[in-house]
């Protein structure tokens, strides 16, 4: 029995080739995002599972109140770890890691000349690779990181500087605060995409007490916060309870000056918790479901709708099965198979589409997924259940829909009547529509918020702006070094300052009368052709002559008048700044030198003669501003040349202004990329369920049609006739989907302090969006029918 | 085998009430070959919908075998319907997707025919009807006369006990009409009885009996010699 459902149901497919098409790509689109948002759920969830003690290692962490304010402490002193471990009965063991905060210089010692600058070291207790589960390729767990300045490295790292060759008992050189040789003793490898523990560098905690900055790190002697992640081993996960609560005793018996709160979270948990880097990804991670679900249910729609719709044609053959002896249940058994044909050959062009577009999706979300995780069980099993679930239900309308036919009525093509579900077809094309105008209507607002940012006026000119960030082993030759990138023939102008622009700023407080007359005034160091070369306005000029780099001089900005209650022209005011007085030397209107999602606070610019040597040993940020119709490249190249005739030590690397303005956009970004992404297949799955919707319908009126066009109806009137009922579902969809969406996108552009007003024809474009899809989509089945010889349709009545 | 009694039926829209059948009492015995005639709307096609169990009456009793059968659910009715009926209908009704073999061989698989059993069956009916040749074609490939055939051979492929032929030759021409005759009376001569509805007189005149209906009512019958 069930080999003659398959037949039919591969007979059925072939003989109705464009259907078929549309209703397997339809779903299949629908399952290849579910798939794509699945898989992208599951990796967050399951970040930092795959340790084998991952049930016992908790992370410690505190918070201490300091007149009101909580500040949280994500790190720990190092000796905090022995410490607690000694008082703590149900500690196993630790394990401190410290993830060193800038990017190191690391060559191999045969090849010096070929330098890289690298991230993620991690300096790591000697049992790192015991106590996690990151697999060594070479070297035993035990002894790899027991000596000073021994270096365990990641597998790419090992390729990258080793080649083919073994890299174990061979040197490579390290630069933190000064250059230092390690012995690698071990090859790692890659930490999993979905660890939140990441390393291309795993060193001896031991080296680091070796180094100069050793002090930074391990000064305090009490468990306190401090720099390392402590990372703690229960003997038995049911001891977190006992540990805090004993940690907490011993806490609250120290006589500090604050109140101290101890945290143990669970290393599973500290992804999701701590997700202090992207805000952007836990959002995500809450709205990504629902759009799962969502879509997954309009394609599932969609495909329902299309198989009745057709149920026409299957209609006598229904009949004659019941006829020939098929119970009811016979029936809608095999149109659950038929379904579960289709679902199986959706599910499969799903996860082919899902395959070929997750470099794309992961991309736009900045994510990474290793390739094995998409073979991990619990993938596999999230598949499994998507497959059975969607042809669960893909089947149950078509299965009770064409098994409730009675053959005394579809042997004698009298279908139409009792096929039934037309509202709810129109409540579904209602909705699907609502969700695209809706979907259409707030992509077009997020596009022009993200063009509104990158193209206001923000008061300085950010246009051909090179930024080069200059370290401070370029010592005394700075100022050669900006005065020969000055002499190019492309630059027009050279600027320092001591952060890149949008690359941060200094804060200090000035105190008030009361605490809330308190400002916290950010602060830029720069020097005197910043606001120059940045095309910057003076409100008020410092008089000619003044003497602006000294450290007892401002210039200020015009928030900052405001704020401080300085009067109307303040320049000659003094600013109490503390242990400092202040005078306002100047006073430049405002520009915006953060993100446009806030507005621009008080600001105080600290003005440096170039010629001062403060920036070879602070580090700093060389701006050129590149003349108009410069070949680019080969004057970045030229700025190269001069830099490495000064800075062999730290590697040439430039950003555009323009690009670091936009890059602060990035989750907005994403969320546009993703919007419309999700707006197109919205529209695709709408337009599908609209096709099935007027495909049933028109062919139910056929009749209507044939007796209209016999009594003299033209092709038009009929066309109108057939698509207007369809058009006003549409204009409901539009005027459904405008208040939510406008709602929605009100509350999202109250998160930026510049935003735009939504425009009335953002409405009446999703609208015409729409209904021009619709008209499209429909005119095929209307123009078919009303082209059909009415001798036909009426003889088959 | 089948004893109507009082049999109603009637159809309602809001504001009409069409009555189909009235109070129409009948009785078929084993081995008849019964014709039903009657003009357009007497109720012809009503009747043998009920007889075939494919609808249920209003009112009335309907005896099939000595079981009644007239407020069965539509499962038990199903379950009756396919041991005891095999249908034939004016305009073949052979699913277009399926070929001749696999559509004779619906009803074994209905009723759990093991495939050997099916294949044996088929092919036995196949070659009594004489469309052996014709086995692996599709409907669309056969002739009107070769369709109805093949529609005759999925109807008593089963070997029920019953055949209801609605207007078997009304889509044929009259050579093609006789053919599908003369294989009625051979399966009636071999037990089977036949109710067959017709608007033609001379296929009425190969069954044993005349039912003339009006207005969902018996106004004649006429015994064949």
């Not at chain 1, 059975?388 to 299965?399: D, E, F, Q, R």
């Not at chain 1, 680019?632 to 062999?648: A, F, T, V, W």
């Amino acid at each position: 029995m069930f080999k003659n459902y398959l037949k039919i149901a591969f007979r059925n497919l072939q003989k109705q080739k464009l259907y078929s098409l549309i209703n397997i790509t339809g779903l299949a689109v629908g399952l290849a995002v579910c798939m794509m948002i699945m898989l992208y759920v599951t990796h967050e969830m399951t970040y930092d599972r795959f340790h084998a003690n991952a049930k016992r290692i908790y992370k410690l962490q505190a918070s201490i109140n300091i007149g009101g304010n909580v500040m949280n402490m994500n790190y720990m002193s190092y000796a905090s770890g022995p410490l607690v471990k000694q008082s703590q009965p149900g500690v196993e063991s630790y394990m401190r890691t410290l993830d060193y905060f800038k990017p190191v210089i690391v060559s191999n010692p045969l090849t010096p000349e070929t330098k890289f600058k690298e991230e993620k070291l991690v300096f790591a207790d000697p049992a790192f690779f015991n106590f996690f589960t990151f697999n060594l390729k070479a070297g035993t767990a035990g002894d790899v990181l027991s000596k000073p300045f021994s270096v365990v490295i990641s597998q790419d790292m090992a390729k990258k500087y080793f080649g083919d060759t073994n890299p174990v008992g061979k040197t490579i050189r390290l630069k933190t605060d000064s250059a230092y040789t390690y012995q690698v003793t071990g090859v790692a490898e890659n930490a999993p995409s979905n660890s939140s523990i990441n390393y291309n560098f795993v060193a001896s905690a031991s080296s680091l007490l070796a180094m100069k900055e050793a002090k930074n790190y391990t000064g305090e002697q009490s468990i306190s916060g401090g720099s390392f992640n402590l990372f703690l081993l229960l003997k038995n996960a049911a001891d977190t309870a006992n540990t805090r609560k004993s940690l907490q005793h011993m806490a609250d018996n120290n006589k500090g000056d604050f109140k101290t709160q101890y945290h143990l979270s669970s290393i599973t948990s500290l992804h999701l918790a701590n997700n202090f880097g992207d805000f952007s990804n836990l959002k995500y991670l809450k709205i990504f479901p629902l759009v799962a679900v969502l879509i997954l249910l309009l394609a599932l729609v969609n495909y329902m709708s299309l198989t009745t719709a057709r149920a026409t044609l299957r209609a006598k053959e229904v009949g004659v099965r019941k006829v020939s002896g098929a119970s009811r249940k016979a029936i809608a058994a095999q149109f659950y198979v038929e379904s579960g044909l289709f679902t199986l050959l959706s599910f499969t062009l799903g996860y082919l589409l899902c395959y070929a577009f997750k470099p794309w999706f992961l991309n736009i979300l900045q994510l990474k997924i290793d390739n094995s995780f998409l073979y991990s069980p619990i993938v596999l099993m999230f598949l499994f259940g998507l497959l059975l679930l969607t042809a669960l239900i893909s089947g149950i309308y078509p299965s009770i829909v064409l098994s409730s036919f009675k053959p005394v009525i579809t042997l004698k093509g009298k279908l139409s009547r009792q096929s039934g579900g037309t509202v709810v077809r129109k409540v579904f094309t209602t909705l699907q529509f609502s969700i695209a105008v809706g979907l259409i209507i707030c992509g077009v607002v997020i596009d022009r918020q993200l063009y509104y940012l990158r193209h206001a006026d923000t008061g300085l000119n950010r246009e051909n702006v090179v930024m080069i960030p200059v370290g401070n082993s370029i010592g005394k030759n700075y100022p050669a070094l900006n005065k020969d990138v000055q002499a190019l023939a492309g630059v027009s102008s050279v600027a320092t300052s001591h952060y890149a622009m949008y690359g941060g700023y200094d804060m200090f407080f000035i105190e008030g009368k009361t605490k809330q007359e308190s400002v916290a005034l950010a602060s830029l160091s720069v020097d005197n052709k910043f606001i120059s070369t940045l095309g910057l306005e003076w409100k008020f000029a410092p008089t000619p002559n003044a003497q602006l780099a000294t450290r007892t001089k401002i210039v200020i900005n015009e928030t900052a008048i405001k704020d401080l209650k300085l009067p109307a022209n303040p320049v000659g005011s003094i600013i109490d700044a503390g242990n400092q007085k202040l005078e306002v030397a100047g006073v430049v209107k405002n520009f915006n030198f953060s993100s446009m999602e806030s507005t621009i606070g008080p600001l105080g610019l600290f003005i440096a003669a170039d010629t001062t040597q403060a920036w070879g040993t602070m580090g700093c940020n060389l701006f050129a501003r590149i003349k108009p119709h410069t070949n680019i490249p080969s004057l970045i190249g030229s700025i190269e040349n001069i830099y490495k005739k000064y800075d062999q030590e730290t590697p040439f690397s430039y950003t555009f202004m323009d690009d670091a303005f936009d890059k602060q956009y990035k989750a907005e970004d994403r969320l546009a990329a993703i919007f419309s992404t999700f707006t197109y297949i919205t529209i695709l799955l709408a337009t599908l369920g609209l096709f099935g919707l007027a495909a049933f319908t028109i062919e139910q009126r056929t009749k209507e049609i044939g007796i209209r066009k016999i009594l003299g109806a033209s092709m038009a009137t009929i066309t109108t006739l057939l698509s207007t009922d369809f058009l006003k579902l549409i204009l409901l969809s539009v005027i459904i989907a405008s208040p939510v969406a406008w709602y929605a996108m009100h509350n999202w552009l109250q998160n930026f302090a510049y935003r735009i007003n939504i425009p009335w024809w953002v409405f009446a474009l999703a609208g015409s969006m729409a209904l021009i899809t619709a008209i499209v989509t429909i005119s095929y089945h209307a123009v078919k029918a009303a082209l059909a010889n009415p001798v036909n349709s009426l003889r088959s009545e | 085998m089948i004893k109507i009694t009082n049999l109603e039926k009637f159809y309602r829209t809001e504001e009409v009430e069409t009555i189909a059948l009235n109070k129409l009492t009948m009785e078929v015995n084993t081995g008849e070959f019964v014709a039903i005639m009657g003009p357009s709307g007497c109720g012809k096609s009503t009747l043998l919908n009920i007889l075939g169990m494919l609808d249920d009456p209003d009112e009335g009793s309907y005896v099939f075998n000595g079981i009644e059968v007239a407020h069965f659910n539509e499962r038990k009715r199903a379950d009756l319907r396919k041991h005891n009926i095999g249908f034939v209908f004016q305009s073949f009704n052979l699913i277009d997707e399926l070929t001749v073999f696999e559509n004779v061989e619906l009803p074994l698989i209905y009723t759990g025919v093991t495939a050997a059993e099916r294949v044996k069956r088929v092919e036995e009916v196949l070659d009594k009807m004489q469309i052996m040749h014709r086995r692996n074609h599709y409907p669309q490939q056969l002739s009107g006369g070769q369709q109805q055939r093949v529609a005759i051979a999925r109807a008593v492929v089963n070997k029920p006990k019953l055949i209801l032929a609605d207007e078997p030759t009304g889509n044929l021409d009259s050579s093609n009409g006789n053919d599908v005759m003369e294989l009625l009376t051979d399966l009636n001569e071999q037990g089977t009885t036949i109710i067959m509805v017709t608007h033609s007189e001379h296929d009425a005149r190969y069954s044993h009996r005349i039912i003339r209906l009006l207005d969902g009512q018996t106004v004649m019958e006429n015994i064949m010699v």
